[in-house]
T-cell receptor, first 114, second 115 residues
Framework: QQQVKQSPQSLIVQKGGISIINCAYE??????FPWYQQFPGKGPALLIA?????SEKKEGRFTISFNKSAKQFSLHIMDSQPGDSATYFC?????????????FGTGTKLQVIP | NAGVTQTPKFQVLKTGQSMTLQCAQD?????MSWYRQDPGMGLRLIHY???????DQGEVPNGYNVSRSTTEDFPLRLLSAAPSQTSVYFC??????????????FGPGTRLTVT
């Protein structure tokens, strides 16, 4: 059972455009929602994260929007650049203490074309 | 700091062979994890450790063993390789001095093919 559903599977955006990746979750106990960015041949790296008590978090060109009632969250990349071309994973975990098992989405391959 | 290192980078095994994937971190992190990444399935947790001598199973533990004798090292053993274990394996660590529990640092991965 996929607890974190991610869409689209792939995305092509023009340079300067907005890239939007959506995720939905089922378990209301999740309390931490990170996004990871992965370049080819590399391991994922934490990009930005949000707690469910906040509806939006912005870091530079990257923004997470969070809708707790709909159990959905999304990543917006403003002014997308070719260097943003990578695979993006949304994720969710439970617990503010101890080891947190992370459930990952299936990934979105983003290509930003000049 | 080297961060999280993994060896080897690539490996080809025959069905039934065994091998150990190495993982080390130099950030004094308490938690370490092994994931496998397969196309269209994201990353799935195999095993994890919350400290030296303490390990537990993740989502897909069958066919794999782990141990953690030191804080720095967390090897993953494939007991009898099967084609279904063809995947990219990532080691991750988290929770060190002054750091957040939830921020995981991933190694560069090991691409394993079982024929």
């Amino acid at each position: 059972q996929q607890q974190v559903k991610q869409s689209p599977q792939s995305l092509i955006v023009q340079k300067g455009g907005i890239s939007i990746i959506n995720c939905a979750y089922e378990n209301t106990a999740f309390d931490y929602f990170p996004w990871y960015q992965q370049f080819p041949g590399k391991g994922p790296a934490l990009l930005i994260a949000i707690r469910p008590d906040v509806s939006e978090k912005k870091e530079g060109r990257f923004t997470i929007s969070f809708n707790k009632s709909a159990k959905q969250f999304s990543l917006h990349i403003m002014d997308s650049q070719p260097g943003d071309s990578a695979t993006y994973f949304c994720a969710a975990s439970i617990g503010r203490a101890g080891y947190q098992k992370v459930t990952f989405g299936t990934g979105t391959k983003l290509q930003v074309i000049p | 700091n080297a961060g999280v290192t993994q060896t080897p980078k690539f490996q080809v095994l025959k069905t039934g062979q065994s091998m150990t994937l190495q993982c080390a971190q130099d950030m004094n992190h308490e938690y370490m994890s092994w994931y496998r990444q397969d196309p269209g399935m994201g990353l799935r947790l195999i095993h994890y450790s919350v400290g030296a001598g303490i390990t537990d199973q993740g989502e897909v533990p069958n066919g794999y063993n782990v141990s953690r004798s030191t804080t720095e090292d967390f090897p993953l053993r494939l007991l009898s390789a099967a084609p279904s274990q063809t995947s990219v394996y990532f080691c991750a660590s988290s929770y060190g001095p002054g750091g957040a529990r939830y921020e995981q640092y991933f190694g560069p991965g090991t691409r394993l093919t079982v024929t």
